[in-house]
């Protein structure tokens, strides 16, 4: 398992990553216009917060599979590649 610091690391590529590969589709969609993001200022009733509720929840997501797959998939695969150095 990778220490602290790597993980860190991971956590805050991953988080930049993740916000580029969520945040650039939604903004070309018109999901996130500045019309919609000026709306959860102006707007009185709860479903001004919808938008931004699901590109948090969509940005979360795809963190949450890339940080798993750079610290648990990637090293154990690694791992059944090498040769068994232990037999020479």
């Known amino acids: 398992m ?7 690391t991971v956590w805050t ?3 930049l990553v993740s916000f580029v590969l ?3 589709p939604a903004r070309k969609l018109g999901y ?14 709860v479903s001004r917060f919808v938008p931004l509720a ?3 929840g969509v940005w ?3 963190a949450a599979v890339l940080v798993h ?5 990637i090293p154990r695969r690694s ?5 068994d150095r232990s037999r020479s």
């Open 32 to 45: 996130l216009s500045s019309t919609r993001l000026l709306d959860v200022v102006t707007k009185h009733d």
């Open 69 to 73: 797959v750079a610290v648990d998939v």
């Open 13 to 15: 590529v991953g988080l």
């Open 2 to 8: 990778p220490g602290h610091a790597v993980r860190g």
């Open 22 to 24: 969520v945040g650039i």
């Open 54 to 56: 699901v590109f948090v």
């Open 60 to 62: 979360a997501l795809v």
């Open 79 to 83: 791992h059944r590649r090498l040769p």
